[in-house]
């Protein structure tokens, strides 16, 4: 069992055993789950299963996966990443990520 699988069968664990959670497949894979609640703050992550253990040195792969994690914070065409950020620190959020060698993960709320 991976390492993102274990923290997130102990996350799951840890909810109150009430709460109900939702989850969907795409059709290309990608596993949701979720839950609804009343109010207008919204936390979610991203979690992708892979990491510097995916990594191929022999080919230069050195720090690949870290490397793709801050790709995730350079903005799109139509929005520079300092105005994605700001919006999100004027209204009280924020944004984040991380690597391991099991999983590259990005997540706001």
Do not use: W
């Amino acid at each position: 069992m991976q390492i993102g699988k274990i923290f997130f069968l102990h996350l799951l664990d840890s909810l109150n055993k009430n709460m109900e959670l939702y989850r969907y497949v795409g059709d290309n894979g990608i596993r949701l789950v979720y839950h609804r609640t009343p109010g207008v703050v919204a936390h979610c992550g991203l979690m992708i299963n892979t990491g510097s253990r995916d990594e191929n040195p022999e080919e230069g792969e050195h720090g690949a996966a870290h490397f793709i994690e801050h790709m995730f914070f350079k903005g799109t065409s139509k929005r520079k990443s300092y105005h994605i950020l700001s919006y999100l620190d004027d209204s009280g959020g924020e944004l984040n990520a991380y690597t391991t060698k099991e999983e590259t993960a990005i997540y706001a709320s």
